[in-house]
């Protein structure tokens, strides 16, 4: 199937993080400015909120380096977060209303994924290699 002239050609990324709270600063500028130069700044605001939120939640919760992939194929945008953490996200029980959410100081990053993904998921990564989780969420064009 031909692929549309305004529809950009698949591309991937991946940037390699040190575990550090600035770091998730770093990703957010470079997902701006890839999805800028690939003509997709429409997604740009949601897209930078669920990889801060998958960033930082890789950096708060694992011990080492984190990688920010960032994967466009097929009218989707696939952002990921790899940790050296093996354990699963913890996703937090529902809150009572926006609100409540708004003023938390923590345990909103996933709930706000949940929120604007159109999916998300995590899987396990082999232990000979890195290890870890990968923990992704994919945001559609529409």
């Known amino acids: 199937m031909p692929q549309d002239v305004n529809e950009p ?3 991937e990324y991946t940037l390699g993080i040190p575990n550090d709270p600035r770091a998730v600063t770093v990703c957010r500028r470079t997902l701006r400015l890839i999805l800028t130069i690939h003509g997709l700044i429409r997604l740009t605001d949601v897209a930078e909120l669920l990889a801060t939120e998958l960033i930082s939640n890789a950096v708060c919760h694992a011990k080492g380096p984190a990688a920010l992939r960032l994967r466009w194929r097929d009218g989707v945008l696939r952002i990921g977060a790899w940790d050296g953490d093996p354990d699963p996200p ?25 929120a604007c993904a159109d999916v998300w998921g995590w899987y396990p990564l082999p232990r000979d290699g890195t290890g870890g989780k990968y923990v992704w969420c994919d945001l559609g064009i529409a």
């Open 90 to 114: 913890q996703p937090t029980t529902a809150f009572a209303n926006f609100a409540d959410m708004a003023e938390s100081e923590s345990g909103r990053g996933l709930a706000l994924v949940q």
């Open 9 to 11: 050609e698949p591309w």
